[in-house]
């Protein structure tokens, strides 16, 4: 059974720091690109960031270059997101994604909230 299980969401003040992660199982994580993507109440789903099958290559939205890294770890089929310097426009719920060819599988979401 395919499953992505986000964590590390959480209430931080403006300015603060968080570390998502993104467990995942049940198909060989190494073969497929994995991300990340948000939904602001209100709003539709917003890219924010991916990774390649090897970690050498790392993309991310305007929004949040120089603010986050993206990173991997698959020998623990786990992947990571730090963002720093939040801001209250950051708030939204992020999913974690994960692609190769016609396969996408989403996680269920953490929620991440800037606020003081």
């Known amino acids: 059974q395919v499953q992505l299980v986000e964590s590390g969401g959480g209430l931080v003040q403006p300015g603060g720091s968080l570390r998502l992660s993104c467990a995942a199982s049940?198909?060989?994580?190494?073969?497929?690109?994995i991300g990340w993507v948000r939904q602001a109440p209100g709003k539709g789903l917003d890219w924010v960031s991916a990774i390649k099958t090897d970690g050498g290559s790392t993309y991310y939205a305007d929004s949040m270059k120089g603010r986050s890294t993206i990173s991997r770890d698959n020998a623990k089929n786990t992947m990571f997101l730090q963002m720093n310097d939040l801001k209250p426009d950051d708030t939204a719920v992020y999913y974690c994604n994960a692609n190769s060819g016609p396969y996408n599988y989403w996680g269920q979401g953490t929620q991440v909230t800037v606020s003081s």
């Open positions: 049940g198909f060989t994580f190494s073969n497929y690109y």
